[in-house]
């Protein structure tokens, strides 16, 4: 009798709880769920990149005449051969250095420095309450106001400091001086400006960290350095390779605030220009459309030279990065 209605109940799709169509009422709900996940960051995908960058990706290839009525367009590679030769110049190789170089000085100098003192206020450490306000303020000014106020110290007070109170003779503004003069306060700012929000991440999570976890690394005897090394490090990695990731996509589009100082000019030295900026001036001051396509050329070059290598650090830290466990 058992086996009789054993066998009634699996041929019975209703009895079963089996639909005819093999699909079960829980992998059915799955599948709504994971589809009413995946809807809004595939939209915001399509709209904000496919979208907003489809005629970009068209521009690449056009050349368009505006001196006919109306204008002509012709579809090519010209633009991408032009943009081979600009980066070919030394002028567009020393903007490519320096987005490189600010790229490297900003996570070899911030990312340690982040970390360090993201350790220190997550231990409550003596002032770890004022060294996170004073981190953080400079992120809540307006960066132009910010990059205004450190202008002025740097290019006016701190001379006049330097000459009243150390004496030192013939002393110039930092933004006054020497092309790499000027550069190294561009890039203080920036560091300086960066603390806020990395070390508000960093800190955010380390607190996240269960206490027992901290204790029962006290327990069996590891220092403060071994402790963070071997136990908060770790557990923050995630956050950090974040910050790793989308610095290496943005590496060659960020303008590292030469604008804030510089504003509408070329005026920066140009070991200070970045590509970022260079492109920002051109798309900017484009007298005629017929000036976009090659700006978009050069946008989707970049483009292919920035992915394959974020791929690749993404793959490096999460196969060579430190695992929570």
């Not at 340690?112 to 809540?140: C, H, N, Q």
């Not at 920036?190 to 029962?216: D, H, Q, R």
């Amino acid at each position: 009798m058992f086996r009789q209605n054993a066998e009634k109940t699996m041929r019975n799709p209703k009895i079963s709880g089996k639909p005819k169509n093999g699909l079960s009422q829980g992998k059915r709900n799955d599948l709504i769920c994971y589809i009413a996940f995946m809807v809004w960051p595939v939209l915001q995908f399509t709209i904000f990149y496919i979208a907003v960058n489809v005629n970009s990706f068209l521009l690449a290839f056009q050349k368009i005449d505006v001196t006919t009525k109306p204008a002509t367009v012709t579809w090519g590679l010209w633009n991408f051969e032009a943009v081979f030769k600009l980066i070919a110049t030394d002028q567009m190789k020393i903007r490519i250095w320096a987005s490189v170089k600010s790229f490297l000085i900003m996570h070899c100098v911030s990312v340690p420095l982040g970390l360090f003192f993201s350790y220190y206020i997550y231990k409550k450490m003596f002032g770890a309450g004022a060294f996170r306000v004073l981190l953080f303020t400079p992120s809540i000014l307006s960066a132009v106001t910010t990059a205004i106020l450190f202008f002025q110290f740097a290019d006016r007070a701190l001379p006049k400091m330097l000459t009243d109170i150390f004496k030192v003779e013939d002393a110039v503004g930092l933004f006054s001086g020497t092309d790499k003069g000027k550069y190294a306060a561009v890039m203080f700012y920036n560091l300086w400006i960066s603390f806020g929000t990395s070390v508000l991440m960093y800190s955010n999570k380390m607190i996240s960290i269960s206490p027992e976890i901290s204790e029962a690394a006290k327990l069996d005897g590891a220092s403060g350095i071994k402790e963070f090394w071997y136990v908060t490090l770790p557990l923050t990695y995630p956050t950090l390779s974040v910050f790793l990731i989308t610095g290496v996509a943005a590496m060659f589009t960020n303008q590292y605030n030469v604008f804030s100082f510089y504003g509408w000019s070329e005026g920066a030295p140009i070991n200070v220009q970045s590509i970022g900026f260079y492109l920002y001036l051109k798309a900017q001051g484009a007298t005629s459309k017929a000036e976009y396509p090659e700006l978009a050329a050069f946008g989707l070059i970049l483009t292919a030279v920035a992915v394959p290598m974020t791929l690749l650090v993404r793959w490096l830290l999460e196969k060579f990065g430190p695992s929570e466990d």
